[in-house]
């Protein structure tokens, strides 16, 4: 993905040079960041620049139908949704067999689609670092975001899949654009995505607070902040 964008430009240099500087410089508190991790920040760091840029290229949501305050359907027109505008780029998918990956060719990301897509759970943070996050006096410790261990976000960094190693936990826009909203159990695109549950995935966004993080729920395609010592699925993304 290209980084050439003008909107953010002090903001690329600025979080360039912490990027640089968490990826090189040692100290207590926290380790260097690998090659793996430090690919998984430039991805959070790429979306934050092409965020709502003129370039963004919105999908259509797949919702074809309207619906009032209490769940019942309307054809008449007058409530304004997304089953009545059904604006934005139609979603456009193919899958390699083979690979086992889907490629949305809309925003040009990869995912992973093999068995493990719909079986592997992992928490966002092992047991003792969830522990020592809830425990400790100020909500920016270290251990409230450190993904070392048997968690989603190394797994992702481990994973060789299609002969690619540079697979990451998605952040929840991400997730977010693969989530079918004209469907329920699960709200995805069946036809592309073979290996798939209504069950709740991982992004790599912190939520409402330093223990919880943001998941898609793929049975309505809403999002949630869980605790982050819960196990959930994983789709990884590249």
């Not at 797949?62 to 054809?75: A, C, I, P, R, W």
Request: proline fraction near 4%.
């Amino acid at each position: 993905m290209s980084l050439h964008n003008n909107k953010h430009p002090k903001v690329l240099v600025a979080l360039w040079g912490m990027l640089l500087v968490a990826s090189t410089q040692s100290c207590l508190c926290a380790p260097p960041l690998s090659a793996n991790e430090t690919h998984a920040v430039l991805g959070i760091v790429t979306n934050f620049i092409l965020d709502d840029g003129p370039q963004s290229k919105v999908k259509k949501t797949g919702q074809t139908k309207s619906y009032d305050e209490f769940g019942n359907e309307v054809t008449d027109g007058s409530v304004k949704d997304d089953g009545y505008y059904r604006k934005g780029i139609a979603p456009h998918y193919t899958r390699d067999d083979t690979k086992e990956v889907v490629i949305d060719h809309v925003t040009g990301l990869m995912w992973q689609d093999d068995a493990d897509a719909a079986t592997v759970t992992k928490p966002w943070l092992t047991t003792s670092y969830y522990n020592a996050c809830v425990n400790g006096t100020n909500p920016l410790l270290f251990p409230c975001y450190n993904t070392y261990g048997d968690t989603a976000a190394t797994y992702c960094n481990n994973l060789t899949l299609g002969g690619y190693t540079d697979w990451r936990l998605p952040t929840l826009k991400e997730l977010e654009s693969i989530v079918n909203y004209g469907r329920v159990a699960p709200a995805i695109d069946e036809n592309y995505f073979h290996n798939i549950t209504s069950g709740v995935y991982w992004s790599i966004g912190t939520g409402t607070s330093a223990k919880y993080a943001w998941s898609v729920d793929f049975y309505s395609g809403g999002t949630v902040d869980y605790k982050k010592d819960g196990s959930r699925q994983i789709r990884c993304v590249r």
